[in-house]
């Protein structure tokens, strides 16, 4: 049973526009979610997360919505840029496991120039 | 600033050996994660550990895999009688103890295990 689903394997989208990847999960435990980026042969690295008492975070190009009641997450990136072009993935802690992170599966980003 | 290290960055083993892969946590780190990312999958949590102790192992598969973060060295995590199956890439993260519960991780670039 996958406790967080990223439903897109994949994403296209043109170098300006927005990028929205989509998270959902099934844990109503999961209190605190972040996305990491992550490109080949490279760890992921850590972009933004939210706390569940917020409904929204917004770092830069990048914010990430939070919608409790449907227990859905979406990461927006605005404007997007070629550099952009990497593996998002989703993931979920809950206060009872802080530190065990629950991953997706990822959504590539693929932004053309 | 060294980030988060781990070697080797590929590992080749035949079924049947072991497997031991190392993981330097950054300076002031005292937590440490190891996660496997199996092909087209996401990372699943194996093990927390800090100094000396296992945090949360939940992840683990039972037999052949274990963990361990001395007082002094690197994490390891190590895989005894491997078999293809455990072919993936092996992410450490680690994380500063601070206050809050949730902390940011940083990740190393992995070790990519192959068992031919």
């Known amino acids: 049973d996958q406790q967080v689903k990223q439903n897109s394997p994949s994403l296209s989208v043109q170098e300006g526009r927005i990028s929205i990847l989509n998270c959902d999960y099934t844990?109503?435990?999961?209190?605190?979610f972040l996305w990491y980026k992550k490109y080949p042969a490279e760890g992921p690295t850590f972009l933004i997360s939210?706390?569940?008492?917020?409904d929204k975070n917004e770092d830069g190009r990048f914010t990430v919505f939070l919608n409790k009641s449907a227990k859905h997450l979406s990461l927006h990136i605005v404007p997007s840029q070629p550099g952009d072009s990497a593996v998002y993935f989703c993931?979920?802690?809950?206060?009872?496991?802080?530190?065990?992170?629950?991953f997706g599966d990822g959504t590539t980003l693929t932004v053309k120039p | 600033n060294a980030g988060v290290m781990q070697n080797p960055r590929h590992l080749v083993r035949r079924r049947g050996q072991e497997a031991r892969l190392r993981c330097s946590p950054m300076?002031?780190?005292?937590?440490v994660y190891w996660y496997r990312q199996l092909p087209e999958e996401g990372l699943k949590f194996m093990v927390y550990?800090?100094?000396?102790?296992?945090?949360?192992e939940s992840g683990m598969p039972k037999e052949r895999f274990s963990a361990e973060f001395p007082k002094e060295g690197p994490s390891i995590l190590r895989i005894q009688q491997v078999v293809r199956g455990d072919s993936a890439a092996y992410f450490c993260?680690?994380?500063?103890?601070?206050?809050?519960?949730?902390?940011?991780?940083?990740f190393g670039p992995g070790t990519r295990l192959t068992v031919l």
């Open positions: 993260a680690s994380s500063v103890q601070r206050g809050s519960l949730h902390n940011e991780q940083f």
């Open positions: 844990n109503s435990m999961f209190d605190y």
């Open positions: 939210i706390s569940s008492i917020k």
């Open positions: 993931a979920a802690e809950s206060n009872t496991n802080a530190g065990k992170s629950t």
């Open positions: 300076k002031g780190h005292s937590h």
């Open positions: 550990l800090q100094k000396e102790n296992i945090i949360d």
